[in-house]
């Protein structure tokens, strides 16, 4: 602060750059993240980019059977589902902190806080 009980402007300006620079990189550590969520105990894996970007996608081929492809279904949606919630659980854990400084609710849409 400065004399008189004024902030320091500076101060401000360097600490409000600081903090975006911290968001850019929590941002891009997300982006570089692959999560991976499971169904039908392991047997059909997907991953995705911490942006929710599918990248791949595995199914034993104990669990293909084409007599009933709804559970093959089933289970796919399972796992990108999965995958999709740690996703966003990453993103909450690296983005929280940042929300917290800006007195609560992250502002940003898909995230819980």
């Known amino acids: 602060m400065q004399p008189g009980g004024q902030p320091d402007m500076q101060s401000i300006i360097q600490q409000a750059q600081q903090m975006q620079q ?15 969520g499971q169904a039908g105990g392991g047997l059909v894996t997907a991953k995705l980019t911490g942006t929710g ?15 009933d492809v709804e559970t093959l279904q089933d ?8 995958a999709n919630a740690q996703s966003q659980s990453l993103a909450a854990e690296t983005l929280g902190p940042f929300a917290q400084g800006m007195g609560g609710g992250s502002g940003i849409p898909g995230l819980p806080f």
């Open 53 to 67: 970007e599918l990248v791949d996608l595995t199914i034993d081929p104990k669990v293909v059977d084409p007599d």
């Open 22 to 36: 911290q968001l850019m990189e929590a941002q891009e550590k997300i982006a570089a993240a692959v999560v991976e």
């Open 75 to 82: 289970l796919v949606m399972g796992a990108i589902k999965d």
